[in-house]
């Protein structure tokens, strides 16, 4: 297990025989109590590796969540559970696909978006790849230090935060200039992806539509409560 943010873990889990995935997919999780009652929830899948090896899952806790509570307070080392998965093949990202890619996060959105990033890394891929990351402050983001890693080693890779609260001189929500200013220019054809709450993801996508973006290039996955 690894502290990504207060509120935000991601947990490493050793799965027997697990087939490989592909970037953006996920995997739902099951947990039943004594009492026999079971919650399932899906959850993205943050690492790159595709074959068999860890398979690591980061957790955005909810003060109301049945299941992101234990997953984020609860659950030791050791902890067997039960997923299913690797599932879903629209919300991915394939290395064979030649496109600049924009990739645009809100909040734990960031999760199947990392796992393109590594995946690139791992692959040395030559996709360019241009990161909008929304999130509350700089304290709630998620693998903020890698990806400032990433970028620094990287050219072809470049990583804008956007604050929504507080971490700059004023704080902003995305929009068409973030987007115009930090993504790839639909001249370009990219390949987008956008992952966060319904509202976010539909703001954004209206802007990437008005800005003369493809609609058959910009896939989305939106998240609720878990």
Not at 157 to 177: C, M, N, S, W
Not at 203 to 220: E, S
Request: aromatic share 8%; charged share 25%; with cysteine.
């Amino acid at each position: 297990m690894r502290q990504e943010t207060p509120s935000a873990r991601t947990l490493v889990l050793d799965v027997p025989d697990w087939s490989g995935h592909l970037p953006g997919q996920h995997l739902d999780l099951r947990l039943t109590a004594e009492d026999g009652y079971s919650a399932q929830r899906s959850y993205s899948i943050a690492s790159d590796w595709p074959g068999d090896g860890p398979v690591e899952i980061t957790v955005q806790r909810l003060a109301d969540g049945e299941v992101s509570p234990y997953l984020t307070d609860v659950v030791e080392v050791g902890d067997k559970i039960e997923l299913r998965g690797p599932i879903g093949g629209w919300f991915v990202w394939r290395s064979a696909q030649p496109a600049p890619v924009v990739l645009i996060a809100g909040g734990s959105g960031i999760v199947p978006l990392m796992s393109m990033i590594r995946e690139r890394g791992r692959l040395r891929a030559r996709q360019l790849f241009r990161v909008i990351y929304s999130v509350r402050t700089p304290e709630d983001a998620c693998y903020a230090d890698e990806l400032r890693r990433r970028v620094r080693d990287d050219p072809g890779l470049d990583v804008h935060f956007v604050y929504t609260r507080k971490g700059q001189e004023q704080p902003k929500r995305i929009d068409v200039a973030t987007v115009n200013s930090h993504g790839w220019p639909p001249d370009f054809a990219p390949d987008v992806f956008v992952c966060g709450p319904t509202g976010f993801v539909e703001t954004v996508a209206d802007i990437l539509v008005a800005l003369g973006h493809d609609p058959k290039k910009i896939r989305t996955e939106r998240f609720g409560g878990k």
